[in-house]
C-alpha cells in the first residue's frame, strides 16, 4: 500500500474492502497472469463468464477495458486506469463499471455506490507462493458515496452471510 | 427497482440490533414486544429501529388496530443480497479462477520464469 493511499483512507476514515488469499505459484509468473490479456482471460470474472473482450494497456494513465457475458448471456463491462505498476509487487488502479465503449457509468441499480474506487493489488512472495491483497476504497467520492460504500460493506460483516444465506432460503420458500 | 434503494437496505442492514431483528423474523411474523424481547433496548429503540427497517422496504408493519405485526419483505432483501453477494462473488470465484489456471499453466511446465522468489 502507498503511503498516499495510507494516507488517504486515514484522512477520511474510509472503511477498506480487503480480501487476500495464497496462490501456489511463484510471484512473477502471478503477476504476469494479472496483467498479460492473454491470460487474464482465462480466469478473470466468475465463474460461468466469458470474456468478451480484454484490451489493457499497461502504464500509469493505461486501461483495462473489459467485458464480461454471463451465463444467461447478459454482459457487463469494467474499467481500470492504472495509477501505479510496480513489477511483480503491486498494481494501483481506479475501477468502475463501463459500458461497451469504456466510458464509466454508475451501476443502473444502484444511484449512490461509488462511481470510482481505488484498488491496491499486492503480491507478496511466500517460499516459493505468493500472497495476493486486494484492498479497495471509494475514490474522488462524495460523502454519499462513501456512506453507502460503507454500509455495504458492514452488511457483509462475518457471521452475517450465513444468515443471509437462511434469509434468502426463508425468502425463495415464501 | 428505484435507483437509491439499495442505499437504504445497505444503511439498515449495517446496524446488528436490525439484522438480527430481520434473522428473528425469518421464522414468522412478530409483535414489536416480540421482537424487543432478546435485547437490552428501549421500546421506543426498537420502533426506531423498524422504522428504518420499514422505510428500506425490508419489512412491512400489519394494520391490525389491536397489535401491527412485522413481516419480513422478499424483494428489498433478495436485491441486497444479490448485489453484496455479487460483488464477493466475483472476486472469490475469479480467484478460484486463477487457482485453477495457475496449476494448469505449472502443470504445462511454463513455470520456468520462476524469477528471484526468496
Not at chain 1, 469504456?102 to 470510482?116: F, S
Not at chain 2, 513455470?111 to 522468489?117: F, I, L, M, Q
Request: one cysteine or more; aromatic letters at 10%.
Amino acid at each position: 500500500m502507498t503511503q498516499e493511499n495510507d494516507a488517504a483512507a486515514a484522512s477520511e476514515g474510509d472503511v477498506e474492502f480487503v480480501i487476500t488469499r495464497v496462490f501456489d505459484a511463484p510471484r512473477d509468473l502471478v503477476f504476469k497472469v494479472w496483467t498479460e490479456p492473454a491470460h487474464l482471460m482465462q480466469w478473470w470474472g466468475p465463474k460461468g463468464f466469458t470474456m468478451q473482450k480484454c484490451e489493457l494497456d499497461l502504464r500509469p494513465g493505461g486501461t483495462f477495458h473489459y467485458g464480461l457475458r454471463a451465463p444467461d448471456g447478459s454482459d457487463m463491462w469494467g474499467r481500470f486506469v492504472y495509477r501505479e505498476i510496480v513489477v511483480p509487487e503491486r498494481l494501483v488502479f481506479v475501477v468502475s463499471f463501463a459500458d461497451k465503449d469504456g466510458n464509466i457509468v454508475r451501476h443502473p441499480w444502484n444511484a449512490h455506490w461509488p462511481l470510482e474506487t481505488l484498488s491496491t493489488v499486492t503480491f507478496a512472495a511466500q517460499d516459493g507462493r505468493t500472497r495476493i491483497t486486494v484492498q479497495w476504497v471509494p475514490h474522488n467520492a462524495t460523502d454519499k458515496e462513501r456512506e453507502t460504500f460503507r454500509e455495504g460493506r458492514e452488511s457483509m460483516q462475518q457471521g452475517w452471510t450465513g444468515t443471509f444465506d437462511q434469509l434468502t432460503d426463508y425468502l425463495t420458500k415464501a | 427497482m428505484p435507483s437509491d434503494r439499495l442505499s437504504a437496505t445497505f444503511a439498515a442492514l449495517a446496524d446488528p440490533t436490525r439484522r438480527a431483528i430481520l434473522a428473528r423474523l425469518a421464522s414468522g411474523e412478530r409483535s414489536v414486544t416480540e421482537l424487543a424481547e432478546p435485547f437490552e433496548i428501549t421500546l421506543p429503540a426498537v420502533s426506531k429501529h423498524l422504522k428504518v427497517l420499514e422505510r428500506a422496504g425490508l419489512i412491512t408493519r400489519g394494520r391490525d388496530a389491536q397489535w401491527r405485526p412485522c413481516r419480513l419483505e422478499g424483494k428489498a432483501l433478495r436485491d441486497a443480497t444479490e448485489w453484496l453477494e455479487g460483488y464477493r462473488r466475483f472476486w472469490d470465484e475469479s480467484f478460484d479462477r486463477l487457482d485453477a489456471y495457475l496449476s494448469e499453466l505449472k502443470a504445462r511446465g511454463t513455470a520456468s520464469e520462476r524469477g528471484n522468489d526468496v
